[in-house]
């Protein structure tokens, strides 16, 4: 299983989110844009399919922009990984979708990627967009400054 740039960037926009927007606070997606050296364009897709599953939401107007709608204790890299890349399966037969001719009950290496996808799912479930704040703190506090992109 791969993260494609939509995930990488997907999780760069919650971060960004996280520090820059608030519940009076919101930020302007050529703000993050510009802070990550991103293609806005690229991030108005990405950003679409947040919205769509309740990571955030956006407001028009001048004080308009976007904010989290979960917060980022509570926001795990699965919850974003799965808004833009899907169930993050190794293997399609996990979900269904399978074009390997093989009857998945009787297929030896599906035990395999079933015990790999839960690997991959509780990985994903531990680490919080709380939790890459805490470590870009503790990595300032070294002297070592991540958030002069973000």
């Known amino acids: 299983m791969k993260i494609s740039t939509k995930g990488v960037y997907a999780m760069e926009i919650v971060t960004d989110l996280a520090l820059h927007a608030g519940e009076e606070q919101k930020e302007s997606l050529g703000n993050i844009a510009r802070r990550r050296g991103l293609s806005e364009k690229y991030l108005e897709r990405i950003i679409k399919a947040l919205k769509e599953n309740g990571i955030v939401e956006s407001v028009r107007g001048a004080r308009g922009g976007y904010r989290l709608l979960v917060s980022p204790e509570q926001l ?13 399966a190794p293997v399609g037969c996990l979900t269904g979708e399978t074009d390997c001719q093989m009857d998945c009950d009787a297929c030896p290496t599906r035990p395999l990627w079933q015990e790999m996808w839960d690997c991959i799912l509780d990985a994903a479930d531990q680490v919080t967009v709380g939790n890459i704040l805490e470590e870009t703190k503790r990595e300032e506090k070294r002297g070592i400054d991540r958030t002069a992109q973000i």
């Open 76 to 88: 795990t890299a699965r919850m974003v990984l799965q808004a833009v890349e899907g169930p993050l």
